[in-house]
């Protein structure tokens, strides 16, 4: 019972790898489209989603199975359920990256205005908090788990910057005003991967220490 338990566990731990590396590349796919405002590359993220997805279902379905079947306890226990969370968090960065594609197309030469927000230093850090956050669960690190916090501050407050600049670009040009809300709403999705990064960082920081961490600020 103990080696077949095992055997499942590293499965489960290869999979949820592989998703984060999926999700990651779709991420970093999607703000390669917004640099170039690349229809194309925007649509094979759109028609990829499914794949992950699926996966995604999977993970969470062996999770299941290995309750349902082993009954683990202990630091088995507390991993399956982290992985399930996680691998609801890595589904979501995957959406994301799609909602950022779907943006892009929207947008994709279309005049926006005077609406002209660099995403490049917010793209840079979303990416890396991700990267940690995959790092910390590679290598059960609390203490790259936890910088990933800090990170997250900083996002925030890029994307406040973007909400502020938008608020004048529709001032300036209100004609362009559906287009501009549109590119504003990348800096969400960049946000938002952000914010599942750092719940991913949570579980982590929750698996190594046994303390739960959502709340802390």
Same mark, same amino acid.
């Given at each position: 019972?103990?080696?077949?338990?095992?055997?499942?566990?590293?499965?489960?731990?290869?999979?949820?790898?592989?998703?984060?590396?999926?999700?990651?590349?779709?991420?970093?796919?999607?703000?390669?489209?917004?640099?170039?405002?690349?229809?194309?590359?925007?649509?094979?993220?759109?028609?990829?989603?499914?794949?992950?997805?699926?996966?995604?279902?999977?993970?969470?379905?062996?999770?299941?199975?290995?309750?349902?079947?082993?009954?683990?306890?202990?630091?088995?226990?507390?991993?399956?359920?982290?992985?399930?969370? +996680?691998?609801?968090? #890595? !589904? &979501?960065?995957? @959406?994301? =990256?799609? %909602? *950022? $594609?779907?943006? /892009?197309?929207?947008?994709?030469?279309?005049?926006?205005?005077?609406?002209?927000?660099?995403?490049?230093?917010?793209?840079?850090?979303?990416?890396?908090?991700?990267?940690?956050?995959?790092?910390?669960?590679?290598?059960?690190?609390?203490?790259?788990?936890?910088?990933?916090?800090?990170?997250?501050?900083?996002?925030?407050?890029?994307?406040?910057?973007?909400?502020?600049?938008?608020?004048?670009?529709?001032?300036?040009?209100?004609?362009?005003?559906?287009?501009?809300?549109?590119?504003?709403? +990348?800096?969400?999705? #960049? !946000? &938002?991967?952000? @914010?599942? =990064?750092? %719940? *991913? $960082?949570?579980? /982590?920081?929750?698996?190594?220490?046994?303390?739960?961490?959502?709340?802390?600020?």
């Amino acid at each position: 019972m103990a080696a077949n338990l095992h055997k499942e566990m590293n499965k489960i731990k290869k999979s949820i790898l592989s998703l984060g590396a999926m999700a990651e590349h779709r991420f970093r796919r999607s703000i390669d489209a917004v640099k170039k405002g690349d229809r194309d590359i925007a649509q094979s993220i759109i028609d990829s989603d499914v794949e992950i997805d699926e996966l995604e279902v999977d993970i969470e379905e062996e999770c299941l199975k290995i309750l349902a079947l082993y009954q683990p306890v202990a630091v088995d226990l507390r991993f399956l359920i982290a992985v399930i969370k +996680i691998n609801n968090d #890595l !589904e &979501r960065v995957a @959406d994301e =990256a799609v %909602n *950022i $594609a779907q943006r /892009v197309k929207s947008i994709s030469g279309k005049n926006i205005g005077k609406y002209n927000f660099d995403y490049s230093r917010m793209a840079e850090l979303a990416g890396l908090m991700l990267k940690k956050s995959l790092d910390a669960l590679v290598q059960m690190d609390s203490d790259i788990a936890e910088s990933v916090q800090t990170t997250d501050k900083l996002v925030n407050a890029i994307r406040n910057e973007a909400y502020d600049a938008m608020k004048d670009a529709i001032i300036s040009s209100p004609e362009y005003a559906g287009q501009i809300v549109n590119r504003y709403l +990348i800096a969400r999705h #960049l !946000e &938002r991967i952000g @914010d599942h =990064a750092t %719940n *991913i $960082a949570e579980e /982590v920081r929750h698996l190594v220490n046994g303390k739960i961490v959502r709340h802390e600020t």
